[in-house]
C-alpha cells in the first residue's frame, strides 16, 4: 500500500459562533477516525476526520514539521507515520546519512536481483545501522510533537533470502551455515521464521526507543504497526510478525490495511477462480479481529476508495463499497482509517468507461463517499451479532505465511485453497464463520463462543505443542473439531517439535490425536472425546473448493456437528448477512450460494450508498451487492434537532426553541446533501461562508419523515448553516 484527528469543535452555549476565528476547544482529543497523507494540507482534500497521520520524514517537496504544523494548525491531531520495511530513505542506502553505501542490506531473490520497493529504495534486511537510522526518523517526528509513531508494512518477501546481509543473520539467529531456501521444505521454514524473527526484534527495538525517548520528553507516544491480514500476506507471498507483535510491551494496536486491492485477490470456489472482493475482504478483516481482540490492542479498520492498481471509476465504487460494508459487519470495532492518501482520491484522475480521457473523480461519488466516511465517526460499537448461526470458527496460525513459496515435491496450494477451502463454503452458504489464531489459545477468551472448530495442518504448522493441549481440554469440556487434511505436504517432515527431542511424529496432527486419546485411520472418522467430539476428514481443504460441489458433505458434516453434536440450534443456510449498530443497518447479499433471492428490508431508511439520500419505505440487495441505511425509526430523541447524515463533518451544534445551527466542513469543490430531522418543517435556511450567502442547491422537506433533504457546495472554512424553525 498503501502503504485523523480532528479535535472536534465543541459547542458550548457561551463560545460565540465563528467561521474567521478557527479555534478549537481544549478538550481530550478524539482518536476514532483517521487518514494517511504525504501531502501538505490542502483545502481540497481537507477529509476532517479525527487524525492526520502524517507520512515521511522525506515524503515530499514540503518539510515533515511544516507538514505537521499545516495540519495541526487546521485542528487535527497529528500522527506519524513512515515504512520500516522500505520508505524515501535514499539519504540512508546511497550513504548520505553515514557515509556508508547500504544498497547491499536489499532483499534479494535467488537469481541475485534486489526486491526495489522504488528508486534506489530496497525492501529491507533490518540491520543494526538501518534501525539506528530508523530511530532518528522516529525521534525527529517526536521532537515535532506527534502522538503516535506507526511503522508500517514489516514485510519480508518469501521469494527473498539470499543476501550476504541475510545469510549473516541466519548464522547469527541459528548458529549454523544458511540453507538456500528452495532446496528444501526445511530451509523455506527457517527461512521464513528468521524473517518473521527479524521484523519482530525490529519493531521491539524502535518501539522501546519511542517509549524511552518519549518518556524523557514528558509524553507517552503510542505505537501501532499498520498491516496487511495474515490471509493476504501468507496469498501474496509475504512474511511479517503479525499477531506475535501484540505481546510487545510498548505496542499499542494495529491499522488493519484491508482494501479493494487485497481483496480482490482470486480465490476458488466451485471450481473457478476469481475475484470474491465482499467474501475475501470479511475473512481479511476476520482474521485481524481473531489476532487482536483477546489481547485487548486497538485496532483501526482501513479501506480505500481507491486502489494502487489503475482501474475505472466505477470499478473502485463497487468494491469500496463491498470491502466498507465488510468492515462494518464488524460491530467490536470502531476505529477507521477512512482512506489513505486523500490527495490521490481528489486529485487523481482514473478511468470512466466510455471515456478516452481520464476523469477525475465524479461529484455524485465523492458525494457519496464523504457520507460513508463521515458516518463513521458515529458508528458505534455494539454487541449486536450478524444474523446466522453463531459460533463456528477456522484456525489459521501465523505459520500460514512460512509454506507458500518456493514450493516443493510438487504439492502446490493455489490462491491459498487449503486455508480459503475451510472458510468460503460457509460464507457462501450465509453463515458468519470467525477465524481463531491459535497463538492466542491460551487467552480464556479466544474459544470462549465456539461450538464448532474447523482446522488443517495442510496449510499450516504448530509452533508449540502446548496449542495441542489447549485444544485437547477445549474438546474434552464439549467443544466439536473437525479436522480436515491428508498430512501428506512436504512441510510435515521439518525439522520441529514434533519430531525432535524425544518426539517421533510423523506429523504435528499426531501429536494432537494422541492427546485426544484417538487414533486416525486414512478413511473419514468421528470420535467421542469426553464431552465432545473429533470428526477426521482425510481431504485437503483446498479440495473442498477447487472441484465443482465440492464442499457438499463439508456442509452436510458441520450441519451434523453443530446440530447433534454441539447443541448450538439449527445450521441456517442463507445467502445474506445483516447487522444492526445503533441506527446503522449493514447488509451484504453473496452469490454463488444455494439461495438466490434478494434480500428485501422494510422500514423507514436514508439510503447511505447514494448520493441523494433518498427515503426508502423498502429496500431490495439483489445477489453479489450490498446496502448501508440508516434507520429513521432507530432514531434517539426524535425531538431534537439533529444531523442524520451528511457529505461533511458537522460541529459547533447549537439548539434552542427556535433554531438549530452549525458548520459543516468537508473538502473545498465538491458538494454537500444532508439529511436533518427537526421538530417542524423550516421557515427560513441559511448557509454562509466567509460571510457570503451560498445557494441551497436542495431544500426539500419530508412532512413523514421530519427530515429536510439539504444541499449545497462545500468549503473547507466550512459553511454556517442556520435553520429557523419559527
Known sequence: ?????????????IVAFSLHNDVFAQVKPKEKTSFQVSAPWSADYDVRSDIAMVYGINDGKVSFEERVKGYRDKGYEVQFMTGIAWGQYKDYFLGEWDGKNHLDEGQVMQNGETIWHGNNVPYTVPSASYLAYMKTHVKRAIDAGVSAIYLEEPEFWARAGYSEAFKKEWQKFYGSPWMPQHESPE?????????????????????????????????????????????NYSSWHIVSPEASLANLDGMDGYIAQVWTGTSREPVFYNGKSKERVFENAFLEYGSMVSMTAPTGRKIFFLTDPIEDRARSWDDYKVNYQATFTAELL????????????????????????????KQPISPDYATQMQVMVNSLNQMPLS??????????????????????FPTHQGYSDPYLSNTYGLAIPLLKHGIPVETVHIENLANKNTLKDIKVLIMSYSNMKPLLPEYHELLTKWVKSGGVLL?????????????????????????????????????????DSAYNVGSGRV???????????????????????????????AKAGELIIKNNFVLNRGAFV?????????????????????????PELPILNQKIIEPKTQAYLFDLNKVENKNKPQVLAAASRVTNELIDKNSYSFIARSPANTYNIM??????KPVTITAKTSGKDLLLTKNEWDNRTRTLLLGFENYSEGVAVNISLK
Open 1 to 13: 500500500m498503501i502503504s485523523l484527528k480532528s479535535c472536534t469543535l465543541i459547542s458550548l452555549s
Open 187 to 231: 530451509a523455506t521454514y527457517l527461512s521464513s521464521k528468521l524473517k518473521y524473527q527479524l521484523y519482530f526484534n525490529a519493531l521491539k527495538e524502535v518501539f522501546s526507543y519511542v517509549k524511552s525517548y518519549s518518556l524523557s520528553k514528558g509524553k507517552r507516544v503510542k505505537c501501532y504497526v499498520p498491516t496487511h491480514s495474515l490471509l
Open 330 to 357: 464488524y460491530p467490536m470495532v470502531d476505529n477507521y482509517e477512512v482512506m489513505p492518501w486523500p490527495n490521490r482520491i481528489y486529485k487523481g484522475k482514473f478511468v470512466v468507461e466510455g471515456m478516452k480521457e
Open 383 to 404: 454487541k449486536n451479532k450478524l444474523n446466522g448461526s453463531q459460533g463456528i470458527g477456522v484456525l489459521l496460525s501465523n505459520s500460514l505465511m512460512f509454506q507458500n
Open 483 to 523: 479436522y480436515f487434511g491428508r498430512d501428506n505436504d512436504p512441510f510435515q517432515n521439518i525439522k520441529e517439535w514434533w519430531n525432535t527431542k524425544g518426539n517421533t511424529f510423523k506429523a504435528p496432527s499426531e501429536h494432537l490425536f494422541g492427546l485426544l486419546g484417538i487414533n486416525p485411520t486414512t478413511a
Open 535 to 565: 470428526y477426521m476428514v482425510r481431504k485437503d481443504p483446498k479440495e473442498l473448493i477447487m472441484k465443482a460441489n465440492g464442499d457438499a458433505d463439508f456442509i452436510s458434516t458441520l450441519k451434523t456437528a453443530y446440530e447433534a453434536d
Open 586 to 610: 449493514i447488509a451484504a447479499v453473496v452469490d454463488e450460494s444455494p439461495s438466490k433471492e434478494p434480500l428485501t428490508l422494510f422500514g423507514s431508511y436514508i439510503d447511505l450508498f447514494n
Open 675 to 680: 439529511r436533518i430531522l427537526l421538530p417542524a
